[in-house]
C-alpha cells in the first residue's frame, strides 16, 4: 500500500430541520490508501453511509448539499464538480454496494441487463461484449452457471445471490475504490464470511481499496487494515485495527469493543453502551459523548475536544488524552 486513493477533509453535510441546518456530517476527514480496506465504524445514526453518500456525490437533493470541506480523489476534488463529470467517475472509478441486497436490484430486468447497463453507460463496447464481461464477474462472484443464471430476474435468486450480484455490478469497470456499506445486512453467517471473503480476494485480485462501512465490531476485526470510530457526525478515534483492538482509547471505542459477545461459557451479561446517539438538533455543547460517557470530566461539557495525535496513525478526540 502506498499514498492516498481518496483524501476526505473537514467534509461538512447539512440537512434542513424545523429550526436550522443539521449536521450528520460536521468536519470529517479521512484518508483510504490505495490498496487497503478502512473500516468505518458506530452506531445507526452516526453519520456513516451520509459520508458515503456524499463521497460517491450521491446525496438526496436539493435537501442535503455539503457545506464545506473537500473529497480529493487521485488529486482532483469531487465536490461541485458538474453532475456529468460525477456520473463518470461513479461506476468507474468509484463504486458502491448498498446495504439491502433485496431491493437494491431492479425487479423488471434481469440481472444480466442490470450489469450489462451499467458496463455500457462507461464502456463504448458492444452489447456481446459487455454480456460477456457480466457473465465473467457473475462466474468470479461464484454464481453457478453464469450463463444461464444472468437471465434470471432479482426474485429468483436467494439474498446472498443478490448480494453477489451487486458485487458483481460494483465491480465490473474494476474501479479502484470500493464503498461497501453494510454489505452483510440480512445475510446469514455463512453467506456473510462468504461474501467477506470474497471482497477480499477481488480487492487483492484487482488492487483496489474498500470502504467497509458497518457497525459490526468483529466484521472489521478480521477485515479492516485500520479502523475509524464515528459519533454524531465525527470521527472520535483512528487506529491501525490491531492497535485499536489492542488499546482503544476514547471512552465510546472501548464501549463498542465490550459489547462484542465473547464465547466465555461463563453466562456473562452482555455489555452495552448506556443511552441512545443524541438527536442531531439537540446535540451537547461540547463533547458529543458527553451524556453517555463515565469518563467525562469539567472541560467535556463546554468544550469540543481535537484530534489529538497518540503514537504511529492512532489519533483520539477526548479531553483524557490532552497533554
Known sequence: MAGDIVSINNLRVSFPSESARIYPVDGVSLKILKGETLGLVGESGCGKSMTSLA???????????VDGGEIIFKGRNLIGIADAEMAKVRGRDISMIFQDPMTSLNPVYTVGDQIIEAIQA????????ARRVAVDMLRKVGIPSPEKRIGDYPHLMSGGMRQRVMIAMALSLKPELLIADEPTTALDVTIQAQILYLMNDLRRDLGMSILLITHNMGLVAENADRIAVMYAGRILEEAPTKGLFASPLHPYSRGLLDSIPRMTGGGDKLQSIPGMVPPLNDLPKGCKFFGRCARSTEPCETKEPPLFQKGEGHSVRCWLYEE
Open 55 to 65: 463521497l460517491m456525490g450521491l446525496l438526496p437533493r436539493p435537501l442535503g448539499r
Open 122 to 129: 462507461h464502456e463504448r463496447v458492444p452489447r456481446t461484449e
